[in-house]
């Protein structure tokens, strides 16, 4: 089975259909369902009380444990000088602490079954962009992240893949209220991205690529 994060919406969602169409039993862990989950455990992935619960839930099911992939997340775009307190507390729950915590929690079993986990960064987290301090410093402590599970997992069969793809068209932006994909530029599509992200977790076992960064032209 593969776990997904936000895939009620955006790059999770089309990650699940794919999956779907393979064949695979998919689970989505995010507030609302997909339509492409078999399983859908609704929770906010903000409290630690609710990723807990999910974990509880997924330990529950007994089939092997492929992929997780965390790719649920928020966007940010207060500027210097107007940054609340809330706004990072917000970022960094639903962008870090989720991924740490989900992973701690089903750590168990995802070294049991030799698990890959797939942590949904972005090229901000290898830069800096004007407004963005507080989404950027999320994204750059997700790929801190991804780094520590490299060690953690030497020597065992669990691959980490660090995904650090530039803007693609979904409603992440239109959501914090700023819908940056309106600008006429071009922006990649989620379907292209979704398939490069499962493409690198079907190479063979043996290949681990550890960082994936996807620049749009
Ligand atoms: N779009 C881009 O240009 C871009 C570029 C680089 C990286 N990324 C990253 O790619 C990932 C997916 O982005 P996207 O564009 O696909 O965004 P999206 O379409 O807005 O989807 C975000 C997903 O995250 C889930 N989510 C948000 N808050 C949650 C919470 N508190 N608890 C549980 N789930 C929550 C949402 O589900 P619910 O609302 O149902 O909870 C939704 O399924 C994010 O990590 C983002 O940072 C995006």
């Not at 992929?67 to 928020?74: D, T």
């Not at 953690?152 to 959501?175: A, D, L, M, Q, W």
């Amino acid at each position: 089975m593969i776990i997904i994060t936000g895939a009620s919406d955006g790059l999770g969602k089309q990650v699940a259909k794919l999956y779907k169409e393979a064949g695979k039993k998919v689970v989505n862990i995010s507030r609302h369902e997909s339509e492409y989950a078999d399983v859908n455990i609704c929770v906010s992935l903000q409290i630690g009380k609710e990723i807990k619960e999910a974990a509880d839930k997924i330990r529950a099911i007994d089939e092997p444990l492929e992929a997780l992939i965390n790719c649920a997340g928020v966007w940010s775009n207060q500027k210097m000088g107007e940054i609340t307190e809330e706004e990072i507390d917000r970022l960094l729950s639903t962008n870090v602490k989720s991924q740490i915590l989900l992973v701690s929690n089903l750590w168990e079993r995802i070294i049991k079954d030799g698990t890959d986990v797939v942590n949904v960064a972005s090229t901000i987290g290898l830069k800096g962009i004007v407004s963005e301090a507080v989404y950027g410093a999320s994204k750059w402590a997700v790929r801190g992240f991804s780094q520590n599970l490299l060690v953690e997992f030497k020597g065992k069969p669990n691959r980490v893949i660090s995904f650090c793809p530039s803007g693609f068209k979904t409603k992440f932006f239109e959501k914090t209220g700023d819908d940056k994909t309106a600008d006429g530029s071009v922006w990649m599509k989620v379907e292209d991205v979704a398939l490069a992200l499962k493409q690198a977790l079907d190479l063979p076992k043996n290949m681990e690529v550890s960082e994936i960064v996807i620049a749009r032209k």
